[in-house]
């Protein structure tokens, strides 16, 4: 039976990036060694690193003030990598969520952090929108996309701080305009590679200004000075990056695929609005293209594990909600085909007419 992958990370990738790599573990680049046992060193993976880099930097139409690197680990290190490198006396964060909040907490551990608004009176359901920045913040910090309560925030903040953001969830996957982020940062297990490696756009003029002494591995300037080669890089993941910024380019680009994105979503939103046994947990405007929350409506609550089975039994896989949430959520990344969103709206489809 085929399998429908909705999981919210480690999530889908595509076969292009799944098939190369694989291979490229049992015989990297023609050399007889496993891409797991190359050293990074080798012209083989640099070449491979140095790739990578150019085409995110293609992709995102990164400018030349900004510079890309990897990095091992995950988002929630850049939670302190961030402030460690930026942040000298104050920082501004909006709170829309988990790691919007995580990252606050990190952020704290190194100066005053304000927090200019939040939705977790609402359980996170919206994307605050009414706030002030205070001007003489270090930056002001943002979580675009919030995987776990399904909004999405679409229209960039105007601050006249410089502005960070989380992307983990959704970048590459619609049109960015760098040039106003000082600092954007991704894990790379949600629209690019398996878990393992960050991703980190970093405005190179932003860095230098905090007083504090910076521990090498956690300092973005020594890892720009050596092309994100200072310590052994999580190579069977850059590997995997590169592959999927490949296919991202074949496909059309950026703009392909939000287009594609929006297609899906659209087809699984409007079933979720015309069934009766389901309704949205996200406010209507703030609702994420990467991440569908849903629940049962109240009267049909006792029915949430029966359509879950229902579905696993038709191979939809991964759309059980996050335990603060509850009900369903369904992970359209990049890499997400339109025929498993089909698979799923029909599911719910059929589930409907048996009740």
Known sequence: MKKHNFYAGPSILSEYTIKNTAAAVENFAGTGLSLMEVSHRSKEFIAVSDEARALAKELLDIPSSHEVIFLGSGASMQFCMVPYNLLNTKASYLDTGTWASKAIKEARLFGEVEVVASSKEANYTYIPKDYTVAPDSDYFHITTNNTIFGTEIHRIPEVSVPLAADMSSDIFSRPVDVSKYSVIYAGAQKNLAPAGVAIVIIRKDALGKVSRPIPSMLNYQIHIDNDSMFNTPPVLPVFAALQTLRWYKEQGGIPALQKKNMEKATILYDEIDRNRLFKGTAATEDRS????????????????????????????????????????????????PKSSVEVLVEAMKSFENNI
């Open 289 to 336: 293209l990467m991440n569908v929350c849903f629940v049962m409506n109240d009267e049909y609550k006792e029915l949430e594990s029966a359509f879950n089975t229902y579905a696993s039994e038709r191979g939809i896989v991964g759309i059980k909600g996050h335990r603060s949430v509850g009900g369903f959520r369904a992970s359209l990344y990049n890499a997400m």
